[in-house]
Structure formats: structure tokens, C-alpha cells
């Protein structure tokens, strides 16, 4: 197997070279000098913690006349983002962020592939308080480097290892498979019927999970263009033992299948309502940051609207804490309502994907400022000055603010529940992150 690529981007002068030097060892690296079209880079080998890559210095990259730099720029973040499995931009922390870091910003927002933000020439190591400007990029949490003398560099290889890994594993597991679905849910709740009505009117194919503990099974289909793998966790339970612990297996196989999805499907059975396990393994999902839709199955067995009324209220009530779950009442026997199944998946899939421009966000943090809503302990008054999204699958955004640490369950709700109000986030759950600015 190829080794993993990691291209190094950012404007000439930031400290490219330099830094991949100092992380290329020097009297370790071997330096491709490779010939023809890829003359503008230099390749060399690299290993931290057993973990073997190579880096690709874009340094190179020779500036033409006229307005050629902003072009050359751009080719080199999109020349990264192509052919590299993930990419280091490099900003200069000395000088700030200009218009070709901005530039390079936008294409890099884009990429799926993981980048990580190092903000270089940090020379004087814990100034983490100088940091915050670079949240502007929206590219998630910068890592203070110094490439001269090194600080920070351990730390933010740690993560770029941890990340190749996750890389290599995912393309092991799913080549593109689209949205990951796992069907959860106690036995008898419905789980296979469901599967079934999901997916018998599409191709699919079915295949088992890699691995000895064959405990779901996978289903690929496209429905209306769009690729899903429904996860069944229900599947081989038949050809279990017995005497197993059912209700057990059922949940250690409901967090396997959470820890591969991007949705997860809870099927409850509306006639026994919501049970502690159900509870528990919606609780996990959450906790996990996997996106959810909410099935009262066999709803052709519940009669009268006042019977309908009050189940799906007291469900309601008791999943409160994913509030942001859609509830659909279906009969996976009839196939009734079922397809309003897809419509919950993809919205909710959308919305874990979500980006919300950072300008949206501080004009959203502006009117609450202004309606007065904050937090005090004695004299201390919470004021939050930015906001940005940090992460995606699931959204993620930090708050930057005078005391972070006065900041209560109750204010993190408020703040929650407004961003959800001012921006449709329906499916997801959304993790918030305050952090000290003065
Ligand atoms: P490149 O054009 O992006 O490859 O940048 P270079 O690696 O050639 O570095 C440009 C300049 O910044 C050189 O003078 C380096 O010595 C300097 N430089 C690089 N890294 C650091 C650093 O961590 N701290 C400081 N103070 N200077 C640095
Ligand atoms: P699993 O253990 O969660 O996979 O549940 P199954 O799909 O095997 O369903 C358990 C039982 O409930 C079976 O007898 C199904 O026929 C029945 N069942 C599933 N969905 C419905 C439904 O929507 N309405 C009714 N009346 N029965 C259902």
C-alpha cells in the first residue's frame, strides 16, 4: 500500500520549508526529487510514532507574472487537496491572516479531506490567547507551531497520525457508501421489517460486516440518486444462541452500528412505548454526535387519535434530550408513512453537515447580546465576543467570551435552543465550545 500523502499549503514566507524539514528529520528523509510535471514539489518521507506518510512541500511552486500569485495560490490548495489524504495549511502567526490565506481558506473549507490549521512562528509556546483571530478560517482549531524551534509540532503530529488512521480505516470500511443508517432499537420493535420496506423496491446489495462477530448486516442501495447503507443490527440475532442475553447483545450491536453512522434510525414499538434501553441507546447516539430520526413502528396497531395523542407525547417527553429528533409514526407491516423515512433521513444528514457562515453567526450573537440574555456570578459578567463553527457531522461551534468558566448548563441550553430557533437544525445535535478571549 501506497504511503498516505500529507500536503503542506500556505502562501511563500509562512515557514513551509522550514517545517517540513524539522518534521522530514533530516538525516532520516530520503527526498524524492520527482521528475516532470511534478517538478514544482518535493517529496520526502516522514515517521512519527511508527506511523510512516509522506509530506509534500507545495513551496515550490514558482509565481508567474501579473496576478499569477493569487492564481498559483489557489492551484496549490487545490493541487493539495487533490492528490494528499490530508492537508497542513500553514499561516504565519507573526504577521496575521491576509487575503491569500483567506483565499486558500475558501478552497480548503471545501475539501472532505481532514486539515489541520497550524499557525506557525509561534516562537513563545502556551500564548494560546493570541490564537483566536485564526478561528476566522473556519477550518477548525489552529495548532500553535514554531517550525524553528518546534514547540507545538509534537502535538499537532500526534493528531495527523490519529488521523490517517481514521483515514486509511474509512477507506478500508466504506468506499463511498453514502449515508451510513443504523437501525437501533429493542428486539420485536421492528427493526428487520423496516430494513425490509427500506429497501425492497431499490437495487441492493447485502453484505456482512467485516470481522468474526458478524453482528449486523449492510445494505446498499440508492434511492432517489442518492447512496445509503442501511445497518441492520437485527439481522443475525435469529442465529444466535438462545440463551444469550438478548437484550444485552441487541445493545452492544446498537453501539457498534452508532459508531459507524451518520444517522441512526431508533425503532420503538409503539404498543409497549419507550423502554430504558431504548432511552440508554439514544442517549448514547447523541453522546456519539450521530444525527437521529425517531420511529413509532406498528402505529396500525394503536387506535383513536386520543391514544395516538398520548403516546406520542409521553415519547416526546421521556426523549427530551433529543429534543432535535424527528418523530414519524409508521406501520412497517403496511408500509404506511414509510417513505417520509428517507425525507427525515436526508434533512437530518443535511443539517449534520451543515456549515453556517461565520457572519450569520455573529449577527445571530449580536441580537442576543442586545436582548440583554447573559450570565453573572457575583461580579463577574459573561461577555461573548465571537462566535464560529468549529467542526462539522456534527456542527460544532465555539463561543469566544471574557470568562468562559461562569458559563452555565442552563446558558449552554438557552444558547442552543436559539441557535436552533435562528438556523434550521433539525435531526442533529450540535455541540457548543467557549473558550477565553479578553
Ligand atoms: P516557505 O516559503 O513557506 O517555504 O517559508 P520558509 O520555510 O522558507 O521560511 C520563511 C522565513 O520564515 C525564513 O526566514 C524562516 O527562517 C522563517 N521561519 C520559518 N519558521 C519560523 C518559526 O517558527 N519562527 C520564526 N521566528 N521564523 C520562522
Ligand atoms: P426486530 O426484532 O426489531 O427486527 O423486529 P421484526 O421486524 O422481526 O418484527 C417483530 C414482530 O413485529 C414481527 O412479528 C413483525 O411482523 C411485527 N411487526 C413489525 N412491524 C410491524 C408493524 O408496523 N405493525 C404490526 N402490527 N406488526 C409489526
New binding site residues.
Partial sequence: MPLPLVAVVGRPNVGKSTFVNRIAQADEAIVHEMRGVTRDRSYHEADWNGVEFKLVDTGGIEMGDDDAFQGSIRNQALAGANEADVIIFLVDGKTGINADDEEVARILRRTKKPVFLAVNKMDTPNRDDELWEFYQLGLGDPWPVSATHGHGTGDLLDALVEELRRVELSEENDEDDGINVAII??????????TNRLTQNERSIVSDVAGTTRDAIDTHITHNGQRYTIVDT?GL?RKSQIDEDVEYYGFVRAMRAIDRADVALL?IDSTLGLTDQDQRVAGFAAERGCAMVIVL?????VEGPEAKAEIRERIADRLMFVGYAPIIA?????GKKVDRIWEAIDEAYENFNRTIPTNKLNTWLAEIRESGHTVTKGKVILRMKYVTQTATRPPQFTFFANRPDVVTDNFERFLENRLRESFDLVGTPIKLKFKKKD
Avoid: E, F, Q
Fill in positions: 432499537g429493542r428486539p420485536n420493535a421492528g427493526k428487520s421489517s423496516l437485527a440475532r425503532v413502528n406498528k402505529w396500525d396497531l409508521i406501520s412497517a407491516l403496511t
